[in-house]
């Protein structure tokens, strides 16, 4: 038993609710020790906000708590079991190298998973050695944090250390384990899992753990198990809209990789577009392009799909009823992610009120960045503080003609221009985590042991609205490759 003292220097306060669903939904499993562990990066801000004594925890326990080396006093460590659809094929999977601690309750009294990610094999684990390199966790550190900064609903990283091992995929790399925290882990898949091999109690159970867990407000409503789809669709519209609107492409929109609470989860091939183009894709494994940019929402609708089908038993008695309250819940998803996106999109141009031309007037400007090969970022932010210069496109009548219907669209509302210019600032990034600067850190730190330039960019990526000098550097584009730019899951 840790004693009190420990307690309150660590702040761990930890619960195990999903511990407590049936059984086949999990196995326990402690983390696998590891020989001699080094804290590489810790998250001090999420620390406070979970609760927990950010310097108490960069001490040795503290890295051993996080290196899977010792348990924290209230922790249940256990492996989810859950299936999923990749790449449109169904198949079983789970955690197959990641155990979840248990749930940290925060002092507002929030709940977030606390996960090991890379701390060795489970029952889950295929074959697989259940670790993970140092360098895609730095990057899912990396990425997920300049998500948050984006305000991109997001799982986030609390901390990456590395193992003392070398762990073998293309080459022999570096082992390490990152701390995830979720709102939860509950994806599309856990509910397939369970709608394929579990009884309908146990799917029952599950629906309304993610309802009490998620969605109190709905909890009893008349058909709790219909509002459960509509809410998860709802924010899964916003989700993807919010995507799109910054030009990032999640790379691997499994089934599995989908979570109820609607947080970005899992990643592995991410990456954030350049050159506008709705056919861009970043993945090696994605060969035929199912994954890519302009993809993305019609994917997401299929994966609510999936997720309608497993709670089929529960929306009415009448399977042909349960069928069309699904079909009807599924069929607002493109509405209510257009609607977001609009809204989205009308900020990034500081339009205020709804007119029926804005639509055209977004696709127009789109259409002629596709068109002229103009960067996705830059140029919002060119328009932004009216800076049109050096590229291509800004030189053409198209734009020019473009140009005066947006400035006319401006004049016809009641905020003045430089309300219309404060919005867009609020909601175009001075910067976005670049591939490039990405690279270029991941290699400096796995490389060269050198973790100052991913210290840079995490802290320039923090306040991407903030539109500050330093900055500057950090929108600049790559140099031009003839190689495309490729990401891989890093398992």
């Not at 999977?93 to 996960?115: H, M, N, S, W, Y």
């Not at 609470?261 to 993945?283: H, K, Q």
């Not at 929306?315 to 209510?336: G, P, R, T, W």
Request: proline share 5%; charged share 20%.
């Amino acid at each position: 038993m840790i004693e009190t003292k420990e307690i309150i220097e660590t702040g761990w306060n930890l619960d195990n609710s999903y511990a407590r669903l049936p059984k086949s939904f999990f196995t326990r499993q402690n983390p696998t020790p590891v020989p001699s562990p080094k804290l590489i990066i810790f998250n001090d801000s999420l620390a406070t906000s979970l609760g927990l004594n950010f310097l108490a925890l960069k001490s040795d326990d503290g890295t051993e708590v996080f290196a899977g080396n010792k348990i924290p006093d209230g922790a249940l460590p256990l492996a989810q079991a859950y299936a999923g659809h990749q790449f449109g094929h169904f198949t079983m999977l789970g955690d197959g190298r990641a155990v979840l601690l248990g749930e940290q309750i925060t002092p507002k009294g929030e709940r977030f998973d606390i996960q090991l990610k890379g701390s060795g094999e489970t029952p889950y684990s295929r074959g697989g050695d259940g670790r993970a390199a140092l360098g895609p966790m730095l990057r899912e550190y990396i990425i997920s944090e300049a998500m948050y900064g984006l305000g991109i609903p997001t799982t986030r990283s609390l901390a990456v250390v590395t193992t003392g091992e070398s762990i073998i995929r293309e080459t022999e790399q570096p082992g390490a384990i990152l701390t995830r925290v979720a709102a939860s882990h509950l994806r599309v898949g856990t509910f397939q899992y369970a709608a394929q091999w579990g009884t309908t109690q146990e799917l029952q159970a599950l629906a309304d753990y993610a309802l009490k867990r998620h969605f109190p407000e709905v909890s009893d409503d008349e058909n709790r198990y219909l509002s459960l789809l509509k809410e998860v669709i709802k924010r899964q519209a916003v989700l993807i809209a919010k995507w799109q609107l910054v030009g990032f492409i999640h790379g691997v929109m499994n089934t599995d990789n989908m979570t109820i609470s609607g947080e970005t989860i899992d990643y592995g091939p991410c990456a954030f577009m350049d050159t506008y183009d709705p056919a861009t894709v970043f993945s090696s494994i994605d060969i035929r392009g199912r994954y890519a940019y302009g993809n993305q929402p019609n994917i997401a609708a299929w994966n609510l799909a999936r997720f309608a089908e497993t709670l089929l038993p529960l929306l009415h008695d009448n399977q042909e009823q349960a069928v069309k309250l699904a079909q009807d819940a599924i069929s607002d998803f493109a509405e209510l992610y257009n609607i977001n996106w609009l809204e989205g999109m009308r900020a990034k141009l500081g339009i205020f009120n709804e007119e029926q031309e804005d639509e055209a007037l977004i696709e127009d400007l789109l259409n002629m960045m596709q068109k002229y090969g103009a960067d996705y970022t830059n140029t919002f932010r060119a328009l932004t503080f009216n800076k049109l210069s050096d590229t291509m496109m800004f030189d053409t009548t198209e734009f020019t003609q473009w140009h005066e219907l947006w400035q006319a669209r401006l004049d016809r509302q009641q905020e003045p221009k430089a309300s219309s210019y404060q919005l867009m600032q609020s909601n175009n990034p001075a910067i976005i985590p670049r591939n490039h600067r990405v690279e270029e850190a991941l290699e400096a730190a796995v490389k060269h042991g050198d973790y100052s330039v991913m210290e840079r960019l995490i802290n320039v990526l923090s306040c991407p609205y903030g539109h500050s000098p330093e900055q500057e550097d950090y929108s600049t584009l790559p140099e031009k490759s003839d190689r495309p730019y490729r990401t891989f899951c890093g398992t």
